[in-house]
């Protein structure tokens, strides 16, 4: 009878809130009632639970009125009775939140590119050679809402030539707790630009479409009425990270994983880091030179669970930023950064030279040429230019192989020490990782949890991460 009351007999439900509600002021006001008021509530609040249970609804109805009657009479009034009553709703559900946030999902900001395109940073689209215009205020606000747009642009005033970009005098304070706001010079002239979307100056030019990921500048000299900026920033993606799976079993390799930097050498003190876990305690790793990583003597590739999307790449094409392109070691990452677009090209993309052609043509077999003899010493020249040009090339291109200190070639290996892990971005030409942090295992225990839930904003990652 009584599942058939609570659903259907909206007074039973009332009822034993009722009951509920005076047992609970009762028993917090026990020591400053006198027994006689105490029995009289237990009596009437007994009743009340007696009428629940075989009484009509007009019996439940007189019970309550006897019990609010009762405790009318007998309970002490509670001062601001309202305020305490939505001061304890609040405790109680921050502790709801705070409990669902450390044990079951966690809300995380992507950002940086390091995990593309698995999970997006803060990317930038510019819009200066597209041909597109920032919209209107309305379609803006819209954007923002749906998929994280930010519009910005500048129009130069007068002719000039980019100089510096850096925080506006000024910047700081409370206002900087919600944007920063940037100088950047053209010419003569200053233009601010406000953002929340960059951490410092070299961030906000590439946020703004000023320079790529290698500082490379695509335009600097502007004319009158060009813009300087044209761009839309998108917000990195919003994350749930999955903080009940570990509590089951633990963290698998090809696992996303967020983790605790604390003080570890190489990482950003105190914040949080999403990489795919690759090495467990005791394994060795080396990367080979065709970007798969090989634990004790196996290859990884795309059969690996959770490297499908990692180990997809054309192997005849030159790794990249923001695609799948294996995970390179030092020579890997001297090929991408060579074979890159460097200011000297974005210049001729953009040029209307009729040569423009020709001489990006001349400069992509440069490249090849020279990669080619960095790479086979016996193509490398041997006569009196090895003083001259080549050197220098040379040289750059070995400074390049430096970039992940750990794995500069195939033969480099990092055993894992127990207990501890190893992990890498998927972003591998735009990723601090395990390849060269000075140390490049860390403790397994400061996991937090595995990528989860993409909530916002909408894009083709949306959903439950598969990777």
Same mark, same amino acid.
């Given at each position: 009878?009584?599942?058939?009351?609570?659903? /259907? &007999?909206?007074?039973?439900?009332?009822?034993?809130?009722?009951?509920?509600?005076?047992?609970?002021?009762?028993?917090?006001?026990?020591?400053?009632?006198?027994?006689?008021?105490?029995?009289?509530?237990?009596?009437?609040? =007994?009743?009340?639970?007696?009428?629940?249970?075989?009484?009509?609804?007009? *019996?439940?109805?007189?019970?309550?009125?006897?019990?609010?009657?009762?405790?009318?009479?007998?309970?002490?009034?509670?001062?601001?009775?309202?305020?305490?009553? %939505?001061?304890?709703?609040? @405790?109680?559900?921050?502790?709801?939140? !705070?409990? /669902?946030?450390?044990?079951?999902?966690?809300?995380? +900001?992507?950002?940086?590119?390091?995990?593309?395109?698995?999970? %997006?940073?803060?990317?930038?689209?510019?819009?200066?050679?597209?041909?597109? =215009?920032?919209?209107?205020?309305?379609?803006?606000?819209?954007?923002?809402?749906? !998929?994280?747009?930010?519009?910005?642009?500048?129009?130069?005033?007068? $002719?000039?030539?980019?100089?510096?970009?850096?925080?506006? +005098?000024?910047?700081?304070?409370?206002?900087?707790? !919600? &944007?920063?706001? /940037? *100088?950047?010079?053209?010419?003569?002239?200053?233009?601010?630009?406000?953002?929340?979307?960059?951490?410092?100056?070299?961030?906000?030019?590439?946020?703004?479409?000023?320079?790529?990921?290698?500082?490379? @500048?695509?335009?600097?000299?502007?004319?009158?009425?060009?813009?300087?900026?044209?761009?839309?920033?998108?917000?990195?993606?919003?994350?749930?990270?999955?903080?009940?799976?570990?509590?089951?079993?633990?963290?698998?390799?090809?696992?996303?994983?967020?983790?605790?930097?604390?003080?570890?050498?190489?990482?950003?003190?105190?914040?949080?880091?999403?990489?795919?876990?690759?090495?467990?305690?005791?394994?060795?790793?080396?990367?080979?030179?065709?970007?798969?990583?090989?634990?004790?003597?196996?290859?990884?590739?795309?059969?690996?669970?959770? !490297?499908?999307?990692?180990?997809?790449? $054309?192997?005849?094409?030159?790794?990249?930023?923001?695609?799948?392109?294996?995970?390179?070691?030092?020579?890997? /990452?001297?090929?991408?950064?060579?074979?890159?677009?460097?200011?000297?090209?974005?210049?001729?993309?953009? =040029?209307?030279?009729?040569?423009?052609?020709?001489?990006?043509?001349?400069?992509?077999?440069?490249?090849?040429?020279?990669?080619?003899?960095?790479? %086979?010493?016996?193509?490398?020249?041997?006569?009196?230019?090895?003083?001259?040009?080549?050197?220098?090339?040379?040289?750059?291109?070995?400074?390049?192989?430096?970039?992940?200190? %750990?794995?500069?070639?195939?033969?480099?290996?990092?055993?894992?020490?127990?207990?501890?892990?190893?992990?890498?971005?998927?972003?591998?030409?735009?990723?601090?990782?395990?390849?060269?942090?000075?140390?490049?295992?860390?403790?397994?225990?400061?996991?937090?949890?595995?990528?989860?839930?993409?909530?916002?904003?909408?894009?083709?990652?949306?959903?439950?991460?598969?990777?």
């Amino acid at each position: 009878m009584s599942p058939f009351r609570h659903v /259907f &007999w909206k007074s039973y439900r009332e009822a034993g809130h009722l009951a509920e509600q005076a047992q609970k002021i009762l028993d917090h006001q026990r020591d400053l009632l006198t027994p006689a008021r105490i029995t009289e509530l237990e009596a009437a609040i =007994s009743h009340l639970e007696n009428m629940r249970s075989s009484g009509t609804r007009d *019996d439940i109805a007189a019970a309550m009125t006897r019990l609010e009657a009762t405790a009318q009479t007998s309970l002490m009034p509670y001062a601001h009775a309202s305020m305490r009553e %939505n001061v304890e709703g609040l @405790l109680t559900m921050g502790i709801v939140l !705070f409990a /669902f946030r450390q044990f079951f999902f966690q809300p995380m +900001a992507i950002p940086t590119g390091s995990a593309q395109p698995t999970f %997006n940073g803060i990317t930038c689209e510019d819009l200066r050679y597209t041909g597109q =215009s920032v919209p209107n205020l309305a379609v803006q606000a819209v954007e923002w809402a749906l !998929f994280g747009y930010h519009y910005y642009e500048v129009i130069a005033e007068q $002719d000039g030539e980019l100089g510096g970009v850096g925080p506006s +005098a000024g910047s700081g304070g409370i206002t900087s707790t !919600f &944007w920063k706001s /940037f *100088d950047v010079q053209v010419g003569r002239v200053m233009y601010a630009v406000n953002t929340s979307m960059s951490e410092g100056p070299n961030d906000f030019m590439r946020h703004m479409g000023l320079a790529n990921d290698q500082g490379t @500048l695509p335009q600097r000299y502007f004319k009158k009425g060009e813009p300087v900026i044209r761009c839309r920033v998108k917000s990195g993606d919003r994350l749930m990270v999955d903080r009940l799976t570990y509590n089951f079993r633990n963290p698998r390799r090809g696992d996303t994983v967020v983790f605790k930097s604390m003080q570890h050498p190489g990482m950003t003190a105190n914040t949080h880091y999403i990489k795919r876990l690759v090495g467990l305690g005791g394994e060795k790793v080396r990367i080979g030179d065709d970007r798969h990583v090989v634990i004790n003597g196996q290859r990884l590739d795309t059969t690996t669970p959770g !490297f499908a999307d990692v180990y997809s790449f $054309d192997p005849t094409k030159h790794p990249v930023s923001s695609s799948y392109s294996g995970h390179v070691n030092g020579i890997g /990452f001297a090929e991408g950064s060579w074979f890159s677009t460097h200011e000297a090209e974005y210049e001729l993309l953009h =040029s209307r030279d009729a040569s423009a052609a020709q001489q990006l043509s001349a400069i992509a077999e440069e490249k090849v040429k020279v990669w080619r003899e960095f790479t %086979n010493a016996a193509w490398a020249p041997t006569d009196g230019s090895q003083n001259g040009r080549w050197a220098q090339q040379k040289s750059r291109l070995e400074a390049m192989t430096q970039s992940t200190s %750990n794995f500069r070639n195939s033969q480099d290996e990092v055993t894992v020490r127990p207990g501890h892990v190893f992990c890498l971005g998927d972003n591998t030409m735009n990723s601090s990782d395990s390849r060269m942090w000075p140390v490049p295992d860390f403790p397994q225990e400061r996991i937090v949890g595995k990528s989860g839930w993409v909530f916002w904003p909408l894009s083709r990652r949306w959903g439950w991460s598969q990777h």
